[in-house]
């Protein structure tokens, strides 16, 4: 079976998505890339309390009442990807995983690869924008 995992696209005013710089340990799966913050869905435990558990865990923010964005069903995992607008000073944010968090435009992440698959869902997400939507 599969393991399930829960994802936050954070957007900001200036359409940024903040992205997370996962911890250099060799033991870790993709070490040293950029990722959306997120987690493993504990057993029991629904998508929405995993995000809202891991984001309060990981950098102190409560995101009760985010949004789901979409349901990805990849090869090793199913993944809950939610998103909610935040317009904090990511130096001021208190991080306890990842080595860094950074706000990113469109192209710029797009220059990076992102752990998990995660380029995808982006994609997706910056084509979902109104601005980017085909008549």
């Not at 903040?18 to 493993?40: A, E, F, K």
Request: aromatic share 12%.
């Amino acid at each position: 079976m599969k393991h399930r995992g829960a994802s936050i696209i954070f957007f900001n005013r200036f359409r940024q998505v903040l992205l997370v710089l996962r911890d250099n340990i060799p033991s870790i799966p993709y070490p040293g890339m950029w990722n959306l913050p997120g987690g493993h869905i504990e057993h029991e435990e629904t998508a929405e309390e995993c995000i809202v558990r891991e984001m309060l865990e990981e950098i102190e923010i409560n995101v009760e009442g985010c949004d789901l964005f979409r349901l990805y069903e990849f090869s090793d995992r199913s993944e809950y990807v939610f998103m909610q607008q935040a317009d904090f000073d990511s130096a001021k944010v208190v991080l306890h995983e990842g080595q860094m968090i950074r706000w990113f435009s469109r192209a710029e992440a797009s220059q990076v690869e992102l752990a998990y698959g995660f380029d995808k869902v982006l994609a997706d997400y910056f084509d979902s924008l109104p601005e980017n939507r085909r008549k």
